[in-house]
């Protein structure tokens, strides 16, 4: 099924939301959705029952999801929406794929937690997509996740949640000093929380002190293998939130960093540098177990 949203709306649906909410309830197969450019302000939220679903923009910089929710934000019910129904795009489909499209929260910085993607599906793909926001843009719920040339950016915890999450040749930009990259919350017992492979990490203007990572939970795991990263980032790479109990627990790793904020000697003694072969581990297929992202 291939189904067209567009501003003009002779060409399909003016509504991203109306488009998947136009999917009949027993189809199964693979839907395609192809966003023409725009800047489409809507919250969308693609439900659990709903197929495999391809959201295809034409390029990030001219396909824009967005809205401006944020923690503080009064619901329906007149209540804060919280961080977790903050976001501008909800993901609870079993298989979900986006493409070259741009999917931003606009509240802005200092509002508070301000979710850009709320990803808690199965199997998700996202490729050559821009998420945009400052504090918390990107939640990893559940599942298996896997990010292409994709470009993220925010200022405190601005990747977060408990999935394994690959993020292959992506672009992490830091908008805030003092701020945290990832706040992994893995599950005890996981192999892999958050893998990054050939990423590089750049900061804004005069923005520096920025962490790797700080465990929102005990069992965090977070891996750098092969990544770029300009002064922004700090010397002792990684913070324990104030709970040093979590040292013990959390496995924060890097292989193979370069650039003006890659000091192996200057990390903190509870995180580790891990040698080639064990690097070498730290594969599509393998972080993954054994799903191929190229098959969505």
């Known amino acids: 099924m291939l189904i067209t949203v567009s501003k003009n709306s002779i060409e399909g649906f003016a509504s991203l939301q109306a488009a998947l909410d136009s ?68 993901v609870f489909a079993e298989h979900f794929t986006a493409e070259n499209l741009t999917i931003r929260n606009a509240s802005g910085p200092g509002t508070g937690q301000a979710v850009a993607a709320f990803i808690d599906a199965g199997q998700a793909v996202f490729r050559r997509v821009r998420l945009l926001g400052d504090q918390d843009t990107l939640y990893t719920g559940q599942g298996k996740q896997y990010y292409d040339n994709c470009y993220i950016e925010g200022d405190v915890d601005y990747i977060f949640g408990a999935a394994t999450a690959l993020f292959d040749r992506c672009h992490l930009h830091n908008k805030r000093s003092r701020g945290y990259i990832t706040a992994a919350s893995t599950p005890e017992g996981a192999d892999f929380g958050y893998v990054f492979l050939d990423c590089r990490i750049t900061g804004g ?60 000697e200057a990390r903190v003694a509870w995180s580790r540098q891990l040698n080639p072969q064990e690097a070498s581990e730290y594969r599509v297929l393998t972080v993954l177990d054994g799903w191929h992202p190229e098959g969505y």
């Not at 980032?233 to 109990?245: A, D, L, T």
């Open 205 to 264: 203007e005069g923005v520096s002190e920025v962490y790797l990572g700080r465990p929102w939970r005990p069992h965090a795991h977070v891996a750098f293998i092969r990544t770029s990263m300009d002064g922004s980032v700090i010397g002792e790479g990684w913070h324990n939130w104030g709970q040093p109990e979590r040292e013990a627990t959390s496995r924060y790793e890097e292989f193979g960093s370069s650039g003006p904020g890659a000091h192996p």
């Open 23 to 90: 999917i009949p309830p027993e189809h199964t197969s693979e839907v395609t959705i192809r966003i023409k450019p725009g800047i489409y302000e809507e919250k969308i939220t693609v439900g659990p029952e709903a197929p495999p679903i391809l959201l295809l923009g034409e390029d990030p910089q001219s396909t824009v999801l967005t809205w401006s929710d944020n923690a503080h934000t009064l619901g329906a019910d007149g209540e804060p929406l919280g961080t977790f129904r903050s976001g501008t795009l909800n």
